[in-house]
């Protein structure tokens, strides 16, 4: 067990009274409030009407915007929809549905979300504009439109049950659609993409038929044989090395936090050794009062307050204290 060596008090307190969307999930997630309680909704309302919100909510009214050149770029859409869907912004909330509608205008034949994207002949693709999917973006598209209350959608269960069935024993391989013809990442075709394993698994969590089913597990197993043999293993160049280990968000890529995130949620990494191992690398970074600071930030997002690593940052102490939750237990808040 990884112990909670600092005054909860004092951190909640902090959280509290942060921007309202930290506040939101703060009493949701770690004082487990009632989500109709007076506090939670007005936490809510602030969050939903707060400036920057209603920016990223306008943003993604040009969905899908620029054509995809890189997935790891921190302010492509499907990033910034996923962030708002973490943080609790759902399809009927103002602006977003017709975010959604346009969304669902590049439905595949497969189910998968199509984005407009590029792959040079040189790398096996066409070298023109085309709408397609890969499995390192549609799985975020769907989880998102998921969480956004989504979940029971036609178009977004045809679109899970699809990905899902792309699952082989070591978690889930480079995939892409016909559109972007030859295309595949740098490195053996039988390894596991450790990017589109990640972000497969959190897509399965939400889902009860498939949370506890094979794939996950096959999931949850390969990123944690990957934490244990990081110093010899890098399949696709995704290295948990020093970078890996800084503590950044929001979850836009493949580093330590977001995993430990994602393995929080299934039950067989939880008992994990290896799991608790990769925790206690998180929680030995905290302040001497148990905040928490980035250690890397995104550029696209250096006006939040996750975009500064001189300062404890709220929406990270959050994020690490969602997982310290799970391994440790309730957190009380003696107020």
Wanted: hydrophobic share 35%.
């Amino acid at each position: 067990m990884i112990a909670m060596e600092t005054d909860n008090e004092n951190v909640m307190d902090w959280l509290l009274n942060s921007d309202p969307w930290i506040e939101y999930r703060t009493r949701i997630d770690l004082l487990e409030e009632p989500q109709d309680s007076k506090a939670v909704l007005s936490a809510r309302d602030r969050m939903t009407s707060h400036p920057d919100i209603r920016s990223l909510i306008k943003d993604l009214g040009n969905w899908p915007g620029a054509v995809l050149n890189s997935h790891k770029s921190a302010g492509q859409s499907y990033h910034k929809l996923s962030f708002l869907a973490d943080l609790g912004i759902k399809h009927d909330d103002t602006g977003v549905q017709s975010i959604i509608d346009r969304i669902f205008q590049h439905v595949s034949e497969e189910g998968p979300i199509q984005l407009p994207m590029r792959i040079s002949s040189h790398h096996g693709g066409s070298n023109r504009d085309v709408q397609a999917w890969a499995l390192c973006d549609a799985p975020t598209i769907v989880y998102s439109l998921a969480k956004m209350g989504l979940r029971s959608d036609e178009r977004v269960e045809k679109a899970v049950d699809f990905l899902v069935m792309l699952s082989r024993e070591n978690g889930y391989p480079c995939v892409v659609s016909k559109e972007l013809g030859r295309f595949r990442g740098p490195g053996k075709k039988e390894d596991p993409c450790p990017y589109a394993t990640l972000i497969m698994l959190k897509l399965m969590e939400l889902y009860p038929e498939y949370r506890d089913s094979n794939h996950a597990k096959a999931s949850a197993s390969a990123l944690l044989d990957l934490w244990e043999n990081s110093r010899t293993r890098h399949p696709y160049i995704f290295y948990m090395g020093t970078d890996f280990r800084k503590l950044k968000a929001p979850f836009i890529w493949y580093d330590i936090l977001h995993v430990a995130h994602v393995l929080s949620l299934n039950d067989h990494a939880l008992k994990d050794p290896r799991f608790h191992d990769m925790v206690k690398v998180i929680t030995g970074k905290a302040d001497d009062v148990g905040r928490f600071t980035p250690e890397s930030v995104w550029k696209a997002w250096d006006h939040w307050e996750i975009g500064g690593k001189k300062t404890p940052s709220p929406y990270l102490t959050m994020l690490v204290y969602r997982i310290k939750k799970k391994v440790c237990g309730p957190i009380t808040e003696n107020k």
